[in-house]
């Protein structure tokens, strides 16, 4: 099969399920409640939300490119940005797609494509870190109202799925790829397309390391709490903007934050659906809001920060095309 047809496939797939979690999320939606709840929103917290995403954006940019100054420090902050607001806006919709988009765009004679694809490998390693510190603060401070929501919606689904036919396949995979890494270095020298992948190996395995090369660590680090940190105050705005979510705390906001998060993991088309269920399930279970007002909250969110990342996506594409062609 090639590689067209293998892609067509993945896609209707991930389209199929992203139209399988909408059905779930909104099958019981009472739309005059979700119809009255929009029109009791505070507008004036969306706009304050649309200036905290705009600055994720500005600091992951400014991580990204700490990270890859050590490979090539003549990269420029522009051509950073256009890369990564075009990646996300080809990750509305192709999911995953835009990772590889952006590298081609900021590759270069010092820095290869494998190099930056390993980069963009190191910054999900530190998101995923942060996304279970805020999980562990928030199940910490709150113990007994998140602790029992998380053992049963998602500990609980995760453990009993392992323990089961998911879990020896899961196994086998992983001894498969180990075994494919070590027959890819073991034949290289007599193998040529062992010899390219090995290839591909170092150069995302160089991309990766170069975070211990780098010299600019504090804004890096720094980089990368700006991001979480306006993420979160993007769920506060979304969470203000309702006045039947006004019982919600700090700590209920971080947790939620987190929460939704996960959802960036399920491979569909912007994280349609998954982001409006788990959001939906956790502010319903959690805080007895009704299912209306989780859908609402996560449609403000989701669809405020989708057009933010089409505006600017579109915006950085027309600037870099005009940029190439003169």
């Known amino acids: 099969m090639d590689k067209k047809a293998v892609n067509i496939i993945k896609y209707t797939l ?3 399920l992203a139209a399988v979690l909408v059905w779930l999320a909104f099958r019981g939606v009472d739309w005059k409640a979700f119809w009255t709840g929009l029109q009791q929103t505070r507008w004036l917290y969306m706009v304050l ?3 905290a995403a705009l600055l994720a954006l500005v600091f992951r940019e400014e991580r990204w490119r700490a990270l890859m100054h050590p490979l090539d420090p003549e990269l420029r902050r522009l051509s ?3 890369a990564i607001n075009v990646g996300n806006l080809v ?7 835009g990772e590889f988009v952006r590298c081609g765009y900021v590759s270069s004679r010092r820095m290869s494509y494998d190099k930056a694809f390993g980069t963009i490998a190191c910054e999900r390693v530190f998101d995923v870190l942060m996304v279970f510190i805020l999980i562990s603060v928030a199940l910490i401070l709150k113990w007994d109202s998140f602790g029992t929501f998380f053992a049963d919606n998602v500990w609980q689904p995760i ?5 089961g036919a998911l879990g020896w396949v899961l ?6 790829l180990a ?7 073991r034949f290289r020298s007599r193998v040529r397309l062992f010899e390219r992948i090995a290839g591909t190996f170092r150069g995302l395995a160089t991309g990766f390391a170069s975070i211990a090369k780098m010299e600019r660590k504090w804004p890096f680090l720094l980089s990368t709490l700006g991001i979480w940190a306006m993420y979160v105050l993007t769920m506060w705005c979304t969470v203000r903007a309702l006045p039947a979510l006004d019982a919600m705390s700090g700590v209920d906001i971080l947790f939620l934050s987190a929460v939704s998060n996960i959802a960036s993991v399920i491979p569909v088309p912007g994280g349609i659906g998954a982001y409006h269920y788990l959001v939906a399930l956790t502010v319903q279970s ?7 007002t989780g859908i609402l909250a996560a449609t403000l969110g989701h669809e405020a920060h989708a057009v933010l990342i089409i505006i600017v996506g579109v915006i950085s594409y027309i600037r870099f095309s005009l940029r190439k062609r003169k």
């Open 14 to 16: 991930s389209a199929a």
């Open 49 to 51: 939300f649309f200036v």
């Open 80 to 82: 950073v940005w256009d």
């Open 91 to 97: 990750n509305v919709v192709l999911p995953g797609a």
């Open 159 to 163: 453990s009993g799925r392992l323990g």
């Open 171 to 176: 196994v086998g995979v992983v001894l498969l």
């Open 179 to 185: 075994a494919l890494v070590w027959a890819v270095f």
């Open 286 to 292: 959690l805080y007895g809001a009704s299912w209306e």
